[in-house]
């Protein structure tokens, strides 16, 4: 696509249920980011794929969290059992692979508040 | 954790004036971006410096990039109420594994 897409762009739960966020990164960008970034906050790094080489979960903040990437395109990232503390924005974000840097392309972002 | 500090957290200026955000990492870098974002949600790339590279510049912005201080500048000259903002640096770490992690942010208000 000409952007990268996220779905939903907001999402309402009740505390203990599970959610998935969806990212679709433009076509033929072999990296995708995810961070989040809570109100007035600046980004948290959560996870990063390149390629077929095993993700750098680096930055998942629990185990209630996941994510994975099908087919080398589109990205689904789960948080299990939600918490009130899980509402923020997450933002996703694919690069094509450069020469020494990857200039990211961010998604619009799904707003997440758990009730 | 963040790798990248930056100062001020918030900033006002009238329009036609200079704004100067400065960015402090950790540790030591192949490239630092800076990315601009409106109204809390997606962020759009400004420009990228590379760690061999001092200065550059696009348009109205101004970088400069000190390794041995780890540190960035982004100058926006001749400011508009349009550049008003938060504004974001972003570093990977030599390791190469072009994982970017981005700093606290400056919020620019530029009033008309």
């Known amino acids: 696509g000409a952007g990268v897409s996220q779905s939903p762009s907001n999402k309402v739960t009740e505390k203990g249920k599970d959610v998935e966020l969806r990212c679709d990164p433009i076509s033929g960008h072999t990296a995708l980011y995810w961070y989040r970034q809570s109100l007035g906050q600046g980004l948290e790094f959560l996870i990063y794929f390149q390629g077929n080489s095993a993700p750098d979960k680096s930055g998942l903040p629990s185990d209630r969290f996941s994510a994975e990437r099908t087919g080398g395109s589109v990205s689904t990232l789960t948080i299990q059992r939600t918490q009130q503390e899980d509402s923020a924005v997450y933002l996703c974000?694919?690069?094509?692979?450069?020469?020494?840097?990857?200039?990211?392309?961010f998604g619009a972002g799904s707003r997440l508040t758990v009730l | 954790s963040q790798q990248g500090e930056e100062d001020p957290q918030a900033l006002s200026i009238q329009e036609g004036e200079n704004a100067t955000m400065n960015c402090s990492y950790k540790t030591s870098i192949n490239n630092l971006q800076w990315y601009r974002q409106n109204s809390g949600r997606g962020l759009v790339h400004l420009i990228l410096?590379?760690?061999?590279?001092r200065e550059k510049h696009s348009g109205r912005l101004r970088v400069t990039l000190d390794t041995s201080k780890k540190s960035s500048s982004l100058l926006i000259t001749a400011s508009r109420a349009a550049d008003t903002a938060s504004y974001f640096c972003a570093t990977d770490t030599l390791m190469g594994t072009y994982k970017y992690i981005f700093g606290t942010g400056t919020r620019l208000k530029v009033l008309a």
């Open positions: 410096i590379r760690s061999n590279e």
């Open positions: 974000a694919s690069s094509f692979r450069g020469t020494g840097a990857n200039v990211l392309t």
